[in-house]
């Protein structure tokens, strides 16, 4: 059996776990819980991961000795999108599996990955990510929050605010950026801990979005405690995996983030056909774009996951984010322009209370994850060598 014949016999696969798996109760959640719907259907999310996990497609990437399947690259797509076309629910656990996991694989040791690996695998604990601060948004360098060593327990103390954290009110440990080292600026001085969340000194309030969920929190940390053994790296070590971390985040999922969005573009003309929109030259003219745009984003991303190393490559991968978020950004926008004023009215059609739910959310894409601002300059420093923009000091 050639590649390409084993490839469509694994999506066949996975095509028909999803049709059998995903009905009865777990219908309800089908193209449910994605972004600015984050916080849907908790309890059923979460008995859909331990479905998946009973079905060995939880953590389908990680290698086989961690009781994963050990997917090729290849594969990995394949699930994703065949994932997002059945409409396979958000994940719950995927800031363990797409970023805890491979992290500890990478840098943890033999007892965290013992303690924590097998948690995420069976669905059963759930994380949340402290990077992001009032004050240190895309720029992580400038980040607030404390670490201090007990010197009687070994402990951690941890004091300040994380913010905009997904899901953390959903979660069970959080993994935390902080400022080890007294007097350090900028990526020196860093530690990373994982902590739980529900312990004295930790409080989560939830931030209401314009859509009307709260799937982000603030999360407050005033004495709260990391334990010696759950350092990841060395102290000092933070900055190095933290950004290690955010190169997963970029990874495989991109692909079925983007199976999401070819559904979201095809409501749009398949509404855009029923109401008429579709006559109009102009309509038809952003249609086109918002094709091409994501046959684009497809190349760029596989791509990027082929790991190639050139300048050009190199680029390319620096450009992805601020190409999907502007280009989702302004599909929000085509939907609202094809709805026209039935954009704006309630009524029972769940098609067009996705695209408002969808225009609201975009509206953060160009800002979460790394402002424009912030990636034109990464693209300009980085990828073309230009002159690095003044920055004050902290």
């Given at each position: 059996?050639?590649?390409?014949?084993?490839?469509?016999?694994?999506?066949?696969?996975?095509?028909?776990?999803?049709?059998?798996?995903?009905?009865?109760?777990?219908?309800?959640?089908?193209?449910?819980?994605?972004?600015?719907?984050?916080?849907?259907?908790?309890?059923?999310?979460?008995?859909?991961?331990?479905?998946?996990?009973?079905?060995?497609?939880?953590?389908?990437?990680?290698?086989q000795e961690y009781g994963c399947r050990g997917?090729?690259?290849?594969?990995?797509?394949?699930?994703?999108?065949?994932?997002?076309?059945?409409?396979?629910?958000?994940?719950?656990?995927?800031?363990?599996?797409?970023?805890?996991?491979?992290?500890?694989?990478?840098?943890?040791?033999?007892?965290?990955?013992?303690?924590?690996?097998?948690?995420?695998?069976?669905?059963?604990?759930?994380?949340?990510?402290?990077?992001?601060?009032?004050?240190?948004?895309?720029?992580?360098?400038?980040?607030?929050?404390?670490?201090?060593?007990?010197?009687?327990?070994?402990?951690?103390?941890?004091?300040?605010?994380?913010?905009?954290?997904?899901?953390?009110?959903?979660?069970?440990?959080?993994?935390?950026?902080?400022?080890?080292?007294?007097?350090?600026?900028?990526?020196?001085?860093?530690?990373?801990?994982?902590?739980?969340?529900?312990?004295?000194?930790?409080?989560?309030?939830?931030?209401?979005?314009?859509?009307?969920?709260?799937?982000?929190?603030?999360?407050?940390?005033?004495?709260?405690?990391?334990?010696?053994?759950?350092?990841?790296?060395?102290?000092?070590?933070?900055?190095k995996i933290a950004m290690t971390l955010l190169?997963?985040?970029?990874?495989?999922?991109?692909?079925?983030?983007?199976?999401?969005?070819?559904?979201?573009?095809?409501?749009?003309?398949?509404?855009?056909?029923?109401?008429?929109?579709?006559?109009?030259?102009?309509?038809?003219?952003?249609?086109?774009?918002?094709?091409?745009?994501?046959?684009?984003?497809?190349?760029?991303?596989?791509?990027?996951?082929?790991?190639?190393?050139?300048?050009?490559?190199?680029?390319?991968?620096?450009?992805?984010?601020?190409?999907?978020?502007?280009?989702?950004?302004?599909?929000?926008?085509?939907?609202?322009?094809?709805?026209?004023?039935?954009?704006?009215?309630?009524?029972?059609?769940?098609?067009?209370?996705?695209?408002?739910?969808?225009?609201?959310?975009?509206?953060?894409?160009?800002?979460?994850?790394?402002?424009?601002?912030?990636?034109?300059?990464?693209?300009?420093?980085?990828?073309?060598?230009?002159?690095?923009?003044?920055?004050?000091?902290?």
């Amino acid at each position: 059996m050639s590649a390409v014949q084993s490839l469509e016999e694994f999506r066949r696969q996975v095509a028909a776990w999803m049709a059998e798996h995903l009905t009865g109760r777990f219908a309800e959640l089908k193209h449910r819980g994605h972004a600015g719907d984050g916080d849907a259907l908790p309890d059923l999310r979460r008995e859909w991961e331990q479905e998946l996990a009973a079905g060995r497609w939880t953590c389908p990437g990680w290698p086989q000795e961690y009781g994963c399947r050990g997917l090729s690259v290849a594969e990995q797509v394949v699930f994703q999108e065949e994932y997002a076309r059945a409409g396979g629910p958000g994940r719950l656990g995927h800031i363990g599996e797409g970023l805890v996991g491979p992290t500890l694989i990478a840098f943890g040791t033999e007892e965290q990955k013992k303690r924590f690996l097998p948690g995420i695998r069976e669905g059963r604990e759930f994380w949340a990510q402290g990077y992001s601060e009032p004050d240190a948004g895309s720029d992580l360098g400038n980040i607030k929050t404390r670490a201090r060593l007990d010197p009687e327990t070994g402990d951690w103390i941890v004091t300040g605010q994380k913010v905009w954290t997904s899901l953390a009110h959903l979660s069970d440990w959080i993994f935390v950026l902080a400022r080890c080292e007294e007097g350090s600026v900028g990526p020196k001085g860093l530690i990373f801990l994982l902590m739980p969340l529900k312990q004295p000194g930790i409080e989560i309030h939830p931030i209401r979005q314009i859509g009307g969920g709260a799937e982000f929190n603030s999360v407050f940390f005033d004495g709260a405690r990391a334990s010696a053994d759950c350092v990841v790296g060395q102290p000092g070590d933070g900055w190095k995996i933290a950004m290690t971390l955010l190169s997963f985040e970029r990874g495989i999922s991109t692909l079925g983030q983007q199976l999401g969005f070819t559904q979201e573009l095809a409501t749009i003309v398949e509404i855009a056909r029923e109401n008429g929109a579709a006559q109009n030259p102009a309509i038809r003219a952003r249609l086109a774009r918002a094709w091409a745009g994501l046959r684009a984003m497809r190349y760029m991303a596989i791509r990027s996951l082929e790991g190639g190393t050139s300048a050009e490559e190199e680029l390319e991968r620096l450009g992805y984010k601020y190409h999907w978020s502007n280009w989702h950004r302004d599909l929000g926008k085509l939907g609202m322009d094809v709805m026209g004023f039935d954009g704006v009215i309630i009524n029972d059609d769940h098609r067009r209370e996705q695209l408002r739910q969808m225009f609201f959310f975009t509206r953060s894409d160009t800002v979460y994850g790394g402002t424009n601002e912030i990636q034109l300059n990464i693209i300009a420093e980085r990828g073309l060598g230009m002159p690095k923009e003044p920055r004050g000091k902290a």
